[in-house]
C-alpha cells in the first residue's frame, strides 16, 4: 500500500487549502481512508476519514464545517479541502487507511503517508 500526499504549504489565517493523497495497492471497496495530524509537541489528532464504497464521513469538532473529505474514485485520490484556516490547524498531515473498521474516527490506521505540512501564520 502505498499513499503520497501533497498540497501543503503556508498560508495566512482565513486562507484555504487542498491537501490531496494518491493511493494504490489497496482494494479501496474495502478501505476507509482519512488524514490525520500532528502538531509540534501534541499527540497526533483525528481529522476527517471517508468511506471509500459508501462516501460516509467523520469529522473532528475541531474541523467541522470548515474541512471536507473526498474522493475520486477514478483517480484513487482522497482530498482535504481546508477552509478558514486558523493558527491551530498548523500541523504535519497525514493521508491514512485501512481496512473497514467499526468506526471511521480514532488514529488506529494501518497505512500511513509521508506527511505533509500545513503552516497557517497570522
Known amino acids: 500500500v502505498q499513499l503520497q500526499a501533497s498540497g501543503g504549504g503556508l498560508a495566512q489565517a482565513g486562507d484555504s487549502l487542498r491537501l490531496s493523497c494518491v493511493a494504490s495497492?489497496?482494494?479501496?471497496?474495502?478501505?476507509?481512508m482519512g488524514w490525520i495530524r500532528q502538531a509540534p509537541g501534541k499527540a497526533r489528532e483525528f481529522v476527517a476519514a471517508i468511506n471509500w464504497s459508501a462516501g460516509a464521513t467523520k469529522y473532528a469538532d475541531s474541523v467541522k464545517g470548515r474541512f471536507t473529505i473526498s474522493r475520486d474514485v477514478v483517480n484513487n485520490t482522497v482530498y482535504l479541502q481546508m477552509n478558514s484556516l486558523s493558527l491551530e490547524d498548523t500541523a504535519v498531515y497525514y493521508c491514512?487507511?485501512?481496512?473497514?473498521?467499526?468506526?471511521?474516527?480514532?488514529?488506529?490506521?494501518?497505512?500511513w503517508g509521508q506527511g505533509t505540512q500545513v503552516t497557517v501564520s497570522s
Open positions: 495497492g489497496l482494494t479501496f471497496s474495502s478501505y476507509d
Open positions: 491514512v487507511a485501512r481496512r473497514i473498521y467499526y468506526t471511521l474516527g480514532g488514529i488506529d490506521y494501518d497505512y
